[in-house]
């Protein structure tokens, strides 16, 4: 991937990654996140969703992300919230912040990249007991998804919703609820990116054309299989007997 002309089409847009206020409150509100709760924001790119995490009374919340330039945007977003940090983190390592054991762990379209079992194992470590995780994650809604929706999460074991909820209860996690990423989220994600395509098109050399062209095509692309694939959004509970 041309990782250079990726982040200049990306570059400070409001989210890296489908998912809406409103799915980040319904899960703050199944996991019942109390006052004063400690919220990891895991994968948080440039702190899309930690606006409505703040949103929980008292709560502090921790941002990691690999990308520095993601955890700069973030720390800039909200420098004046004395409750909010970001960090320049991997995932797997999040029992290792200062602030863990947490409460809450976020995860909007990040633990894919870990796979569930290495990313629900390590997120159990940094949770406290009967802790609550919510992610969202690449699925099929359909037994049969056409060619065009295989492509959309080429080189990912994309599964169907009841493999999925599997997945986590083999690591320790009793599924509260689950729901599908709206359409309304997604849109979030492309819209501002598909403005800043538009913004770059004028004078664009030959690679950032290439990138501009692969980005439009990636939001036109999920358009057409929306209704085969997406993401599965979960809320589930650490078993407390874990150590
Ligand atoms: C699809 S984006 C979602 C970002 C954000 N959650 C959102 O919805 O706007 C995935 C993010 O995961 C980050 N990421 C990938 N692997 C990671 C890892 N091992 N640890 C922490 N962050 C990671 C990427 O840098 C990227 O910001």
Redesign the pocket.
């Known amino acids: 991937m041309d990782k250079e002309n990726f982040f200049i089409v990306h570059k400070d847009l409001p989210?890296?990654?489908p998912?809406s206020p409103e799915e980040v409150a319904w899960a703050l509100e199944l996991a019942a996140v109390g006052e004063d709760a400690v919220i990891c924001d895991?994968?948080?790119?440039?702190g899309?969703?930690s606006f409505e995490l703040l949103k929980a009374p008292g709560a502090l919340v921790v941002a990691?992300?690999?990308?520095d330039a993601?955890v700069a945007q973030a720390n800039a977003r909200f420098a004046h919230e004395g409750r909010f940090r970001a960090e320049c983190r991997?995932?797997?390592d999040v029992a290792g912040l200062a602030e863990a054991p947490f409460d809450f762990i976020w995860c909007?379209?990040?633990l894919y990249?870990?796979g569930i079992p290495s990313g629900l194992g390590a997120f159990s470590k940094a949770l406290v007991p009967n802790g609550v995780v919510a992610f969202s994650e690449p699925c099929y809604f359909t037994d049969t998804p056409s060619e065009m929706a295989q492509a959309f999460w080429e080189g990912y074991n994309t599964k169907r919703s009841d493999a999925i909820l599997k997945d986590v209860e083999a690591q320790g996690f009793e599924v509260m609820a689950h729901r599908k990423v709206s359409d309304a989220g997604w849109e979030a994600y492309y819209q501002p990116m598909e403005m800043r395509i538009a913004t770059l098109r004028d004078g664009a050399g030959a690679a950032l054309t290439k990138m501009l062209d692969l980005c439009a095509a990636e939001a036109a692309s999920w358009r057409e299989v929306r209704s085969e694939t997406g993401y599965l959004l979960i809320v589930a509970r650490r078993r407390g007997d874990l150590g």
Do not use: I, K, Q, Y
């Not at 895991?42 to 440039?46: D, Q």
């Not at 990691?64 to 990308?67: G, S």
């Open positions: 989210r890296e990654g998912g895991a994968g948080s790119g440039p899309g969703d990691v992300d690999t990308r993601f991997s995932m797997e909007a379209g990040a990249f870990l």
